[in-house]
């Protein structure tokens, strides 16, 4: 299994059109004179995970974080995007409004919201870990995120229903152990309570339907389960709660894997 702390949001056969898409898109809008092939998977990135500080759009684009700085400033040159410094550490980038019809996400153009800053960062950096590893680009993987799950649900989940951070798809022809799968995940930076984390669990690992469908089909016995594993990504301070939660689930335990946040998780040293 792919690590997380030790070792594209399209499946494998789509990566190649989606940028065409998103060019396609930008040539309409009039924003496309400084939307490279190289730009648009940055994009796309920045949309789906509500915004990226300066370091992780570096790592996407794969380029020295100056030369992410001026790819950021051409973007707001061209209206695609917005940047501030938000909270602690290096400026954050989002998207503006022409960005994100340019990418077809529709989503709200906003900063990310200061009291998310921190889990939107550490999602980012699991994601980005995630896609690094040799496994997952074998495997042809891709990610759905909260944003995305959220904008599928459309107002039709319970109020209490809880989203994952993320889903990772596995194509059904991977040449993985676990292909056909989809896992949920969740990025973990303070401990929540034993029996609140318990009830996540049980809820992420007992839903059968995907986020958007009809409130009969979201959890159907007999049938198989949406997710076939949920990863837990800790911070030292919540591993221990997480640890005796998924303990206390008995044989659906052997469904949950709890690895350390990366490194580059933080918005200031753990």
Do not use: N
Not at 106 to 113: E, F, I, M, V
Not at 132 to 140: C, V
Not at 163 to 168: A, C, I, K, N, S
Not at 228 to 244: D, E
């Amino acid at each position: 299994m792919p690590g997380v702390a030790g070792d594209g949001a399209q499946p494998a056969a789509r990566r190649g059109a989606a940028p065409r898409r998103v060019q396609q898109r930008a040539a309409a809008a009039g924003t496309a004179a400084d939307v490279s092939g190289r730009d648009v998977a940055a994009l796309l990135f920045a949309g789906e995970m509500y915004g990226l500080q300066l370091d992780h759009l570096a790592a996407v684009l794969a380029v020295p974080q100056p030369r992410a700085r001026a790819i950021a400033a051409r973007w707001r040159s061209r209206r695609l995007a917005e940047s501030a410094r938000l909270g602690p550490g290096l400026p954050w980038v989002w998207l503006a409004r022409p960005g994100l019809a340019s990418c077809g996400l529709r989503y709200s153009a906003a900063a990310p919201a200061l009291g998310r800053l921190a889990h939107i960062r550490a999602v980012s950096a699991v994601r980005l870990a995630l896609e690094r590893t040799s496994g997952y680009r074998a495997g042809g993987a891709y990610w759905r995120g909260e944003r995305r799950l959220r904008a599928l649900a459309g107002g039709r989940v319970g109020l209490r229903d809880h989203f994952p951070d993320g889903e990772v798809h596995w194509p059904d022809a991977a040449d993985v152990p676990w292909a056909g799968e989809c896992w949920a995940l969740e990025a973990e930076l303070t401990a929540k309570t034993v029996g609140r984390t318990v009830t996540i669990m049980r809820e992420l690992l007992s839903r059968t339907g995907d986020y958007g469908c009809a409130a009969a089909h979201a959890r159907v016995p007999g049938e198989p389960p949406r997710h076939a594993r949920l990863l837990y990504v800790c911070s030292p301070a919540a591993a221990r709660t997480v640890t005796r939660a998924r303990d206390a689930l008995g044989a659906d335990a052997a469904r949950i894997e709890i690895r350390s946040l990366p490194p580059d998780a933080y918005l200031a040293p753990p």
